[in-house]
């Protein structure tokens, strides 16, 4: 069985910045593809990040511009973002999403909410002017 928890959200000036964290079991975030999204009220969800398979590929979403950073820690199976330069704008429940496999060439577009089959519970950022 694959769970998914996030943590490391909160309350925060813009600014600022925060780390998030995604402990993951039952399925390896060293050779899987794992990502960020985001969804704040009234909007879709939002790709933030990914990382995936052996080489750990990464992908961003347009916004970020350089302000986050998806890495992960193999050893303890655990996907992070870190985030810089926090707006209001990116006030949002962020959650973590895996999919087996590394996407690869004609596999499943790691940008894609759909591509994913497993979620954490997601974790609230808010971030004050």
């Known amino acids: 069985q694959v769970q998914l928890v996030e943590s490391g959200g909160g309350l925060i000036q813009a600014g600022g910045s925060l ?5 993951a079991s039952g ?6 593809t794992m990502a ?9 969800r939002e790709f933030v990040a990914s990382n995936r398979g052996k080489y750990a590929f990464t992908d961003y979403g347009h916004f970020v511009k350089g302000r986050f950073t ?4 193999n050893a303890k199976n655990t996907l992070y973002l870190q985030m810089f330069g926090l707006k209001p704008d990116d006030s ?7 999919f087996r496999g590394d ?11 759909g591509s994913y089959d497993y979620w954490g519970q997601g974790t609230q950022v808010t971030v004050s002017s």
Request: positive net charge; hydrophobic residues 35%; proline residues 7%.
């Open 103 to 113: 996407g690869g060439l004609g596999g499943r577009p790691p940008t894609i909410s």
């Open 19 to 23: 780390r998030l964290s995604c402990a």
């Open 92 to 98: 949002a429940v962020y959650y973590c999403a895996a």
């Open 70 to 73: 998806i890495s992960r820690d």
């Open 27 to 32: 399925l390896a975030v060293s050779t899987n």
């Open 36 to 44: 960020w999204f985001r969804q704040a009220p009234g909007k879709e």
